[in-house]
C-alpha cells in the first residue's frame, strides 16, 4: 500500500491529471457506481465480469485507456460515450475500480505504462461476403450450413472448418457443395450396436472401451448419440450424404462461396461465372 | 397422536376452503396428483408452483428443520431440483448434474459436461431441467440440449442449438415438456431473432422452430423496419407452460431490441413482449396478446405464464395469467387469447396510466433521445425469473414486486450484426421514492390484493405454494421462510448461509413431505442490493451453494424416519 502511495504521490507529479490513492469509502462507491453504470443492463456483470460484454477482470489496462474508454466510448462498439454523463470525481472513482479488478497488473501503480498493443481489427468482409454469412449462419435455414459445419471455428461441430477452403477455387468449392464426398479422409462412418439392442449409424466421433460416440445425419440437425458398455459392437458402415440447397439461387451461392473464401486475404468476390461448368 | 392432529387441520383447510369458495371451484390446470413428486420445473405443466402436500402445514411449520443439505462446490444456485420416485435431480451452475436420494441427500450419480470458454457467465447457467422417459433434458451453458440417462448419468443424446460464440445466445432458463416433445427457448439480451424450438424427447430428432420475430411474408412481419427484424430480439429467457387437452405451449416472449430506443423500429415488433401460443404437433401461433407494443423499456413478458381453471356454474373456464416486468398482470382466455382482466401487481407504475379495456397501456411512455426520464418499474422489472405461485387452494396469486425505479434514456444505435448487444439507450436504477418491496397474494380475476408482506430488500427467489397453507420463499439475506398463505405472516425461517434465489420445491419420500430450498444468490436483480441498498448490503453473506432439505422432525407416523 505504501509503495502504490509513494508511486501515486510521483505519477501526481508527473502526470498532473493522476489523481490520489483512493480510500477504501471511495472505492466502494466507486463499485457502487460501476455496478449501477456498468454492470446494470447486462454489459459487464457483476464485478466487471459474467455478462454480455468484454471481461473487465485481470486486463492489461492502463489507467488512461480506462479513463479514455469510459469518457468516449468505443467507436464500432456498444460502449457508450460517459463524458456528459458523469462527473470528473465519479469518473476517477470508476477508473480506480475498474483497475481494481485487475490486481496483477502493474499499470495500476504506473510504475510501467506499457502501451496497450491496438486490437487487430479483421479485414471486413465485403457486402457480397457478409451476405453469404447470413446464409452460413442462418439458423431458420432447415438445413443450414453452420448446424454442421463451423468457418473460422465459428459453427457446428461435426463436419469440417471451411476456413482451410478458402484458397480452394470457386469452382471446387461448388462441387463440394452439390457433391460432398461424405465422409472425408478425417471422418469414419460406423454402425454401432449395444448389448441391449440398441442400433445406430453415423459419422464416429469417440470410441474408447467404456463408449462410443457418433452423429446420427438421418435428420438435421445431426443427433449426437452416445452408447456405453464393454460389449458393443462397431462396423464399418456407409451412409447416403447430400447437401440440401434447396431455396437458394445461384446468386446466394456465390455470396456463400464469397464467404468461404474470405479467409484467404487475396480473396475477392465471387460471381455465378466463377464456378458455372465449363 | 400426531397423524389425527394433522389430519383434523387439513379437514379444517378444506373446510374453510369451501367456505370461502362457495361458488367457484378452483383447480389446477392438470389432473389433480398426488404430488410425491416435483418431476417438472413448476411442479405442473400449468406453471402454478403448487404442491398438493399438507403434511407441513401452518400450524406445524415452525417445527420444520433440517433433513440434509447438499453443497455443490460451486458458486451460487438458482436451480429448481425436480424429484421423481425418491431420486432428485439437481443443476449447478457450471452443467454439473447431480442425482440424489431425496430423502437423505447421499450422492447417486454426477455428471459434468465442461463449460468452454466465452459462454455467459452467471446470467448463462440454467436454472431448470426438465424430464421424462426415464431422460434429463439439459439446456447447457454451452447452448446445446443434452438428453441423459436418469438412472446412470450417462449422455444419450446431444444436439447444438446453435453455436452460443455466433449467437451470444444460449437456452432458456428451462426447458419443459410438452408431450413428447421437450421444449426450449433461446436467452440473451442481444441483436437477435428469437424463437422457441422443439425435439423429440426419446431421439433429439429436431420437430419444429417458432420464430417470435416473423419473416418478410408472414402476417407481422410489416410491423419491423426491414433492416431490423432479424436482429429484433424478443428473447425467450424463462420456462413456459403447456396445456395437454389443448396441445398448446404457452411461452413469455422478451423485449425487442435495440432494447431502450424504440424510434429505431417503428411499429408495433411482433410478438415481443407478447405471450404466445403455439400449436405443439406443429409449431405453429395459435393466437398472441402483446402486451407492450413498440417497447422502449425493456417490459418482457417473459414470465411464466400461469394456467387456472375455474369452474363457474359447471362450466370450466380456461384462463392464462401473465405477468409482465411492467408492473402489470394480465388475465386472458388461453383458448383465444382474449384479453379477460388486466391489474398492476407492483405499487410504483409510473410508465402507464393504466390498462384500457382491451388490455392496452394508457399513455404509454417512451424513452426519449439523450433525455433522462425516471421509469417506474425499472428494466429489471417489478420482478423477473422469480416466478409467483397460484394455490387452487386459496385461490389466490402470489407474486414479488422490487419497487426499483430507473433513469431511462434513449441513445443512438449503432450498427449492429447478431450477437451484438444492442441496448440503444441507458439506465440508472434507483429505488423507488415512495414505495418499498414486498410480496403479495391477490385474487387473480381481479386483482384485488389480500395481504402485503413488505420484504424489505427485493425477494429475488421465486415463491411456492402448498396444500398446507403456506408460501415458501427464500431473501438475499439468506433465510429461507414460510408465510402464511391466507395473511402472509410469517411463521417460520431458517438462515441457510447465502442469499436465496432458487426455487423452493416440495415432495414426499415414505410418507413424509420435504421442502427444499437452494441457496447461493444469483441473477441479475441481485446485482440491485449493493448499489441501492448499500447499508443493508454489508449484511448479505458471501454466495455459496448449497441445497436444504426441510422435514418435520420425524416421528412414528410421519413416515419412514432416517
Known amino acids: 500500500m505504501r509503495t502504490k502511495l509513494l508511486l501515486a504521490a510521483l505519477a501526481a507529479l508527473i502526470a498532473p491529471q493522476i489523481h490520489a490513492a483512493p480510500s477504501g469509502a471511495e472505492m466502494m462507491q466507486g463499485g457502487n457506481l460501476f455496478a449501477i453504470t456498468c454492470s446494470s443492463s447486462f454489459c459487464h456483470g457483476d464485478g466487471g465480469v ?141 454402425s454401432v450396436a449395444t448389448e441391449d439392442g440398441k442400433t445406430a449409424t453415423g459419422l464416429l466421433k469417440q470410441k474408447t472401451d467404456a463408449i462410443v460416440q457418433l452423429y446420427d445425419l438421418s435428420s438435421v440437425p445431426p443427433v449426437l448419440r452416445s452408447f456405453y458398455g464393454a460389449k458393443m459392437g462397431v462396423a464399418p458402415a456407409t451412409m447416403p450424404y447430400a447437401h440440401d440447397l434447396s431455396g437458394l439461387s445461384q446468386d446466394d451461392l456465390a455470396a456463400l462461396i464469397t464467404f468461404l473464401k474470405s479467409a484467404d486475404p487475396a480473396s475477392k468476390d465471387v460471381t455465378p461465372q466463377d464456378f458455372a461448368q465449363p | ?91 449447478a451452475p457450471n452443467n454439473h448434474l447431480f442425482a440424489l436420494d431425496a430423502a437423505t441427500g ?57 453455436d452460443y460464440r455466433q449467437c451470444k445466445c444460449t437456452t432458456s432458463f428451462t426447458p419443459i415438456m410438452a408431450g413428447d416433445k421437450v421444449i426450449v427457448g433461446a436467452r440473451g439480451d442481444i441483436a437477435h431473432r428469437g424463437y422457441i424450438s422443439a425435439y423429440d424427447a426419446k431421439t433429439g430428432k429436431f420437430a419444429w422452430r417458432f420464430y417470435v420475430i416473423p419473416a418478410p411474408g408472414e402476417p407481422g412481419n410489416d410491423s419491423w423496419p426491414k433492416e431490423i427484424w432479424n436482429l429484433g430480439g424478443g428473447s425467450t429467457w424463462y420456462g ?35 405471450v404466445v401460443a403455439i400449436d405443439a404437433a406443429t409449431g405453429t401461433l395459435k393466437w398472441y396478446f402483446q402486451e407492450n407494443p413498440n417497447d422502449s423499456l425493456d417490459y418482457d413478458s417473459a414470465p411464466e405464464p400461469t394456467l387456472i381453471d375455474i369452474n363457474r356454474g359447471g362450466k370450466v373456464e380456461k384462463l392464462l395469467l401473465h405477468a409482465n416486468k411492467s408492473g402489470y398482470s394480465y388475465l386472458l382466455d388461453r383458448t383465444t387469447g382474449k384479453f379477460i382482466a388486466g391489474w398492476p401487481h407492483a405499487d410504483k407504475i409510473t410508465w402507464a396510466k393504466g390498462l384500457d379495456k382491451d388490455g392496452h397501456p394508457i399513455d404509454a411512455a417512451k424513452t426519449e433521445l439523450n433525455v433522462e ?35 431511462t434514456k434513449a441513445m443512438p444505435i449503432m450498427a449492429a450484426k ?47 405454494s402448498t396444500a398446507g397453507g403456506l408460501v415458501f420463499g427464500g431473501d438475499v439475506f439468506g433465510n429461507a421462510f414460510a408465510l402464511d398463505a391466507k395473511t402472509g405472516k410469517k411463521l417460520w425461517s431458517f438462515s441457510t448461509g447465502s ?41 448479505v453473506p458471501p454466495v455459496g451453494s448449497t441445497l436444504f432439505v426441510f422435514a418435520l422432525p420425524a416421528t412414528k407416523g410421519a413416515g419412514d424416519a432416517h
Not at chain 1, 63 to 70: A, E, K, L, S, W
Not at chain 2, 112 to 118: A, C, D, I, K
Not at chain 2, 240 to 246: H, K, V
Open chain 1, 50 to 190: 459474467g455478462a454480455r460484454g468484454p471481461s473487465l477482470r485481470n486486463r492489461n489496462f492502463t489507467p488512461d485507456f480506462v479513463r479514455n474508454t469510459v469518457s468516449n466510448g468505443r467507436s464500432g462498439t456498444p460502449m457508450p460515450a460517459f463524458k456528459d454523463s458523469i462527473s470528473q470525481a465519479e469518473l476517477n472513482m470508476l477508473v480506480d475500480y475498474v483497475m481494481s479488478l485487475s490486481p496483477n497488473n502493474h499499470n495500476q501503480d504506473m510504475a510501467a505504462v506499457a502501451p496497450v498493443p491496438p486490437t487487430p481489427v479483421p479485414t471486413p468482409l465485403s457486402a457480397k461476403a457478409q451476405a453469404g454469412s447470413a446464409i452460413f449462419y442462418d439458423a431458420s435455414r432447415p438445413a443450414g450450413c453452420a448446424l454442421c459445419h463451423s468457418y473460422k471455428e465459428q459453427g457446428g461441430p461435426i463436419g469440417p472448418d471451411l476456413a482451410g477452403i478458402a484458397r480452394r477455387s470457386p469452382r471446387d468449392i461448388y462441387q463440394g457443395m452439390v457433391k460432398p464426398t461424405v465422409p472425408n479422409a478425417d471422418y469414419t462412418v460406423v
Open chain 2, 1 to 91: 397422536m400426531i397423524r389425527h392432529k394433522l389430519a383434523k387441520t387439513a379437514r379444517a383447510w378444506a373446510g374453510m376452503g369451501a367456505f370461502l369458495l362457495p361458488c367457484l371451484w378452483l383447480t389446477g390446470a392438470q389432473a389433480a396428483t398426488t404430488g410425491a413428486d416435483w418431476p417438472s420445473f413448476f411442479g405442473d405443466s400449468g406453471a402454478q408452483s403448487y404442491s398438493p402436500l399438507d403434511q407441513v402445514n401452518a400450524g406445524n411449520v415452525k417445527n420444520l428443520s433440517v433433513a440434509w443439505a447438499f453443497s455443490t462446490g460451486e458458486n451460487g444456485l438458482g436451480a429448481t431440483p425436480l424429484v421423481e420416485g425418491g431420486i432428485m435431480y439437481l443443476l
Open chain 2, 106 to 162: 447421499k450422492q447417486i450419480w454426477a455428471s459434468t459436461r465442461e463449460v468452454p470458454s466465452g459462454t455467459l457467465g452467471g446470467v448463462g447457467s440454467s436454472t431448470g431441467i426438465a424430464m421424462a422417459f426415464g431422460l434429463i433434458f439439459e439446456g447447457t451453458r454451452d447452448n446445446h440440449l443434452v438428453a441423459v440417462d436418469a438412472k446412470t448419468g450417462h449422455d444419450v443424446w446431444d444436439i447444438q442449438i446453435e
Open chain 2, 240 to 274: 413456459g407452460s403447456y396445456d395437454p387437452e389443448l396441445n398448446l405451449v404457452y411461452w413469455g416472449v422478451g423485449n425487442p431490441q435495440p432494447m431502450l430506443n424504440a424510434g429505431a423500429r417503428p411499429g408495433s415488433n411482433l410478438y415481443t413482449d407478447s
Open chain 2, 373 to 407: 426520464k425516471l421509469i417506474c418499474p425499472s428494466l429489471y422489472g417489478s420482478r423477473a425469473g422469480n416466478h409467483s405461485t397460484y394455490s387452487p387452494k386459496t385461490g389466490w396469486w402470489y407474486s414479488t414486486s422490487f419497487e426499483v425505479c430507473a433513469y
Open chain 2, 418 to 464: 447478431e450477437g451484438d448487444m444492442f441496448m440503444g439507450g441507458f439506465i440508472r436504477p434507483v429505488r423507488s421514492p415512495d414505495t418499498k418491496p414486498f410480496i403479495a397474494a391477490f385474487d387473480p380475476l381481479t386483482g384485488k390484493r389480500q395481504w402485503t408482506y413488505p420484504t424489505g430488500l427485493p425477494n429475488v427467489s421465486p415463491l411456492t
Open chain 2, 499 to 539: 442469499g436465496i434465489s432458487g426455487s423452493p420445491i416440495s415432495y414426499s419420500v415414505g410418507g413424509r413431505q420435504y421442502v427444499a430450498i437452494p441457496s447461493g444468490l444469483q441473477g441479475a436483480p441481485a446485482t440491485l442490493i449493493a448499489p441501492l441498498w448499500p447499508e443493508e448490503a454489508k449484511s
